[in-house]
Structure formats: C-alpha cells, structure tokens
C-alpha cells in the first residue's frame, strides 16, 4: 500500500510538473501622447499586434501639451513618452526620475524636424535675413534651443539671434499668416501649413540632426520595476519602424486617425524615416545642458550615465 501511495505520489509530481502555468500577465505600460508624428511608430507596433508579440500591455493616454504630459507623468498617472532629453534634465535637476531609453525620430537629409519659417509679407528669403529679427518660439523648450544652434551654426552672433516668446503653435501660425510675425519656428508637419499660407522656409535642422531629435523616455521606477515590459517595449518598437520605413503609404491611416497629420495634407504629406535603435550620445547630451545652464534654466549638472539607458534596446 505505501509503495503504491508512494508512486502515485511521484506520479502526480510529474504530471503536475509537465501541466501548463497560467500565463503571467504582460505588465501594462501607460504612454502619455501628444498628436506629433514623433509618436508613428508606437501606433504602428498596435495596429500591428506587436507590443503583444513581446508580451506587454500598452495605453495610451493623449495629452494635448508638453506641461500637461510632466504633470502626468510627475503624479505618476503615465509611465513613459515621447520628450527630449531638455524635458529629461528638468526631470532630473534634483535625484533621477526619468531616463531616455531611446531615439524617437531624428531629422534626416531632406526631412527635417523643426523649420524656422519667415511670413510672406516679411520679404525675408534667407537665413541671414533673420538677423536681428524676432523669431516667435515657446521660450526655454527644445524649438528655442534647435533655433539658436542653427543659427549659431549658420555664423551669427549672440546679439543677431532674437527671439519672442509665442507659446501656443496656432498663435505662432496665425500671426506669421498675417505677418504680425516675421518668423517663427514649427515642427513638421505644421510647417508645411505655414508653406500653403505662403510662409518661407529658410532654415531647418535637417543637417544637423544632433539637436532636433526626440526620444522616448520612461519613469525610472517603471524600468526598475518592470525591465522585461521596456524590453519587449522597445522589440516591438524597432519592427514596427523597420516595418514603417519599408512601406510608409500603408499607414497614412494611422496618420489621419491620430491626427498626427493636419487633413489638408493627408495627401502629399511625405513619412519621414525613422531611426533604427539608438540613443543620445554624451556629447548631444551635454550641449543641451550646457545651453539651458548658459539661459539659467538649470544651475546644476544632470547626470548623463543615469539619465540615459540604452540598456534595453535590441
């Protein structure tokens, strides 16, 4: 009797052994979201299935400004975005809450990120017709920083470089469509509006694609508390841009149904490739830095070792 208790026993371990465990739940990630194309590819990897291929949950949660994504994110009701690394410093200023884990969208040649645009009625043609003129840009954010390194790029002095502070993108086009601004700085694609209103591009970031970029960020305790989540995250990521830039027609869906694209330009508009794998650079990190420490934006260093994590890209 005991030996047949004792294979039973041993049967029943095995058995119980080679059955199946319920799955784990995949963690949920809550990605806060402006209407920017800097935002494609994530809406591709769910139109795709891919984020569940790799076995995570995504949400997204739309926000209508940058203010209104920090405050998310700061009360911990998002756990990752598409920033900058200006947005991840400010973060960072006192202990490390985010880090930047990847490129979201680079300019590339032909494809720039930001463009600083004159009014038609301003009769300014060229970059050197901006010195001295008041550029509208929402102050202290990345469009006032890619602005003054372009142009510092493109020889002018501190005192040719003038800017105006406009912070709301539709002020900035409507007072550039009537001219009561002679230039102004827009990302794409709002700046091909500007071009349809008779608005003149005269410079744009797409040779120097070291400040113009976005990444894609997360609350550090969201990747301390769920690594495989970011893991997978970013897997799916990188197919989904792989499967954007193979064929970009096959998503201007996605273009019109997360408004990411203004309707008037559904039709010509022209997806930009995006970045394969990849973070920011030290070098691309520090001259942020140093440039909101020279607008007294920040006093203090933020470190880039802890602030950016390209540990978890494929």
């Not at 935002?39 to 591709?44: A, E, G």
């Not at 502070?165 to 794409?188: F, N, T, Y």
């Not at 700046?191 to 040779?207: C, Y």
Request: proline fraction near 7%; charged fraction near 20%; aromatic fraction near 8%.
């Amino acid at each position: 009797m005991q030996k047949k208790m004792i294979i039973f026993l041993l049967v029943s371990l095995i058995v119980a052994a080679c059955s199946p465990t319920p799955a784990q739940e995949a963690a949920t990630l809550k990605i806060a979201v402006l209407p920017i194309i800097d935002t494609l590819p994530m809406y591709v990897a769910q139109q795709e299935g891919l984020f569940a291929k790799h076995g995570v949950n995504v949400e997204f949660i739309p926000v209508a400004s940058a203010p209104e994504r920090d405050q998310l994110l700061a009360a911990s009701q998002a756990d990752g975005t598409v920033n900058e690394t200006l947005a991840v410093m400010l973060f960072n200023k006192e202990f490390i809450q985010m880090q930047a884990v990847r490129y979201a969208l680079r300019p590339a040649e032909g494809y720039g990120h930001f463009f600083i645009l004159a009014s038609a009625q301003s009769g300014i043609t060229s970059v050197d017709g901006l010195k001295g003129v008041e550029i509208g840009v929402s102050q202290g954010t990345v469009i006032e920083y890619v602005t003054e390194r372009l142009l510092q790029s493109e020889g002018f002095a501190a005192d040719e470089i003038k800017t105006i502070a406009v912070p709301k993108i539709p002020d900035r086009m409507s007072l550039l469509a009537s001219g009561e601004l002679q230039a102004g700085v827009m990302p794409d694609p709002l700046a091909s509006l500007v071009v349809a209103q008779g608005g003149v591009i005269v410079a744009d970031d797409s040779t120097h694609p070291e400040y113009g970029f976005s990444i894609i960020s997360f609350r550090k305790e969201v990747i301390d508390a769920n690594p495989d989540a970011i893991r997978g995250f970013l897997a799916a990521i990188e197919e989904a841009t792989a499967l954007l830039n193979a064929d970009p027609s096959k998503y201007k869906n996605v273009l019109n149904e997360q408004n990411l694209v203004p309707p008037p330009l559904l039709e010509t508009y022209q997806t930009p490739p995006f970045p394969s794998a990849g973070a920011p650079t030290e070098a691309e990190w520090n001259d942020a830095l140093n440039w909101l420490k020279e607008k007294g934006i920040l006093t203090v260093d933020v470190s880039y070792a802890d602030s950016v994590n390209p540990a978890f890209l494929p």
